[in-house]
């Protein structure tokens, strides 16, 4: 009687890891990607900390000088404030880790952006500085000719000089026309601009008046609030940004251009209707 015949074996596949080889991969994989997670923490990453700055009143004085001089044309006494924001930031060459950028994301007083917005230009801290007084300039310049011409007045006849020190950038371009206005001609009925409230904003100019975004604005809103502002001009485009966590108490008020925010500023002293973010 013949046996029966025996199924074949299969040859060539692979022999499953034993308990304890299998144990030994997982340890290995688990200390790589526990060496790749602490390289990440650790290495430097390309995004600065940014926090509410510091605001100045243009209608006063900064650091024991007059921000706004005039000469050639009478100027008057303003009660209320019309403050410039700013936002500082970390250094260029400082060394920003993964535990900063998941901190700012989730913090409400300060914010992580990437590095080349806040400094599009230059590469060391000097180079930055030297571009940002450059930028102050030139939006200084072109505050004195919004302005004047919004009033009608030849520059031939009346000047004007603008003195912010250690501030730079040309986000103040806005505060700085408004003041030139509220200095010259208040309301255009002998009274402020502001109502005599303290207003602050943010906003580049061009010498046509026109209003530009300028970026920081949700830290800016924090810092005029701080310091004592109930209402605050935002470039219109930059609304969704400034809303997105207004501070109690603070009133935004869209602006494209000088002629526009002048106009606002002077229907709210007067109680009027005003738009809004």
């Known amino acids: 009687m013949s046996a029966a015949p025996t199924a074949p074996q299969a040859k ?10 299998r144990t030994l991969l997982l340890t290995v994989c688990s200390l790589l990607v526990g060496a790749l997670l602490a390289v990440a923490a650790l290495a430097p990453l390309p995004f600065s900390v940014t926090h509410p700055g510091l605001t100045a009143d243009v209608l006063g004085e900064h650091e024991g000088r007059p921000v706004i001089t005039v000469t050639g044309a009478p100027v008057r006494a303003p009660e209320g ?4 924001t700013t936002i500082t930031a970390t250094s260029p ?18 914010a992580v952006m990437p590095r080349e ?8 801290t000097e180079e930055i500085r030297e571009h940002n007084a450059d930028q102050m300039v030139e939006s200084q310049d072109a505050a004195v000719t919004a302005a004047l011409g919004f009033l009608g007045l030849d520059a031939s006849d009346v000047s004007v000089e603008l003195h912010l020190a250690d501030i730079g950038g040309p986000s103040a371009g806005l505060l700085f026309s408004l003041g030139i206005v509220d200095l010259l001609d208040g309301d255009g009925e002998g009274g402020d601009l502001t109502g005599g409230e303290v207003v602050a904003g943010t906003g580049t100019i061009d010498a046509a008046g026109r209003v530009g975004a300028v970026g920081g604005v949700p830290l800016k809103t924090q810092a005029a609030r701080r310091d004592g502002a109930t209402v605050f001009l935002v470039p219109r485009d930059e609304c969704g940004d400034a809303t ?23 229907a709210l002293a007067a109680g009027e209707s005003v738009p809004s973010c």
Request: hydrophobic share 35%; net charge negative; aromatic share 4%.
């Open 244 to 266: 997105a966590d207004t501070p109690e108490g603070l009133r935004l008020l869209p602006v494209t251009t000088l002629e526009g925010a002048v106009n606002d500023l002077r």
């Open 12 to 21: 060539g596949g692979p022999t499953p890891p034993s308990g304890g080889r």
């Open 117 to 124: 917005s806040v400094y599009p230009v230059g590469e060391s």
């Open 93 to 110: 060459d400082a060394t920003v880790r993964l535990a900063d950028v998941v901190s700012g994301y989730f913090a409400s007083d300060r």
């Open 81 to 84: 404030e019309l403050r410039m």
